[in-house]
């Protein structure tokens, strides 16, 4: 690889035209940004390097790259994705790797943990729980500033627990005592909604993006056994197979959960599977170990050449930010 041609990877989730009232609490948003952020980073990558696609991966990995590269990818398959991300991406002639859980898409509806904070904001109980089996969660809440702090423990439970955030069902949650009743505003946009597969097949037909997979049930994979993480590749292949007439040949793990076990079965079906460390990609890289990625936060303002050039210094500025938010 010449000098002065990295690849970078950025990893994106959703967007938003405007962050609502009830997102101004650290916790929500961080994997939501709004469309003005997301084509100022757009318009950063294209006046700083080389927009690639997937075929192009392969040059900056073997040394034979020229020019510093970014690969954009996107992880769920959200609606926001084609509604606002693909208008942007055509704008400026580039395309992202969307990393589809299949699962989810099937499903047609947002996890029920996504609408968590927008209904808390609505309702404010005074206490929050959830129950499965033998897992009980408590937590007090009782004002708005709380959110946050309840949302996160709630997320730290479950993944302690190894239980699922995303396959927790509404009537799961306990709010002051009774089951959670669903807001009546209909007019509400679910950040976390999937794309269907008709919007995406005509997404991949314009060139605007390509797929790859992120598993069927979004579980991490380091959870997992030999046969399930069989399972949640080859079903997942099948679905996109099925929907779209492709194989894909690229995965990202989701919640970034990994271990040897994992490696070992996404590399039995995928050339190229992709992690969240925030690191640039080495020319030669263990590809056994997987492809790093930047997450793109949220901040206000994003800052992709701080986030990717000096990854240390972004995450005190975020640290220090969030701070500051906490005790608003």
């Given at each position: ?9 950025l990893m994106f989730h959703g967007l938003r035209r405007e962050i609502p009232e009830y997102a101004k609490y650290r916790g929500y948003s961080s994997y939501i ?281 972004a995450r005190f500025r975020r640290a220090l930010i969030n701070s500051i938010k906490s005790r608003a």
């Open positions: 690889m010449q000098p002065n041609s990295d690849l970078t990877v940004i709004q469309d003005r952020d997301f084509e100022k980073c757009i318009s950063w990558c294209h006046n700083n390097a080389k927009v690639i696609s997937l075929g192009d991966v392969q040059k900056y990995l073997d040394g034979e790259a020229t020019e510093p590269g970014i690969l954009i990818t996107f992880d769920d398959g959200l609606r926001s994705v084609i509604d606002i991300g693909c208008p942007i991406l055509n704008h400026y002639n580039v395309s992202a790797l969307v990393f589809l859980t299949t699962g989810w898409i099937d499903n047609g509806i947002e996890p029920s943990i996504f609408g968590l904070e927008r209904q808390l904001w609505h309702t404010c109980p005074l206490k929050i729980g959830f129950r499965r089996g033998d897992f009980d969660f408590e937590a007090k809440l009782g004002s708005l500033s709380a959110i946050p702090k309840v949302i996160d423990a709630l997320w730290r439970f479950c993944f302690k627990n190894q239980i699922s955030p995303l396959s927790i069902r509404q009537e799961e949650f306990i709010f002051d005592g009774q089951n959670w009743q669903a807001s009546l505003d209909v007019n509400v946009v679910q950040d976390w909604e999937p794309a269907n597969w008709r919007e995406i097949q005509k997404a991949v037909k314009t060139g605007t993006i390509e797929i790859g997979l992120h598993g069927v049930s979004h579980t991490p994979w380091a959870w997992m056994t030999e046969e399930q993480l069989e399972n949640e590749a080859s079903e997942s292949i099948s679905r996109v197979s099925q929907e779209i007439g492709i194989i894909p040949t690229s995965f990202s793990f989701p919640h970034g959960s990994t271990n040897e076990l994992s490696f070992k079965s996404a590399r039995k079906y995928f050339d190229l599977c992709f992690t969240s460390e925030a690191q640039k990609v080495k020319s030669r890289i263990d590809l056994n170990k997987g492809i790093p990625r930047f997450n793109v936060f949220s901040d206000n303002p994003v800052n992709i050449n701080l986030e990717i050039n000096y990854p240390k210094i």
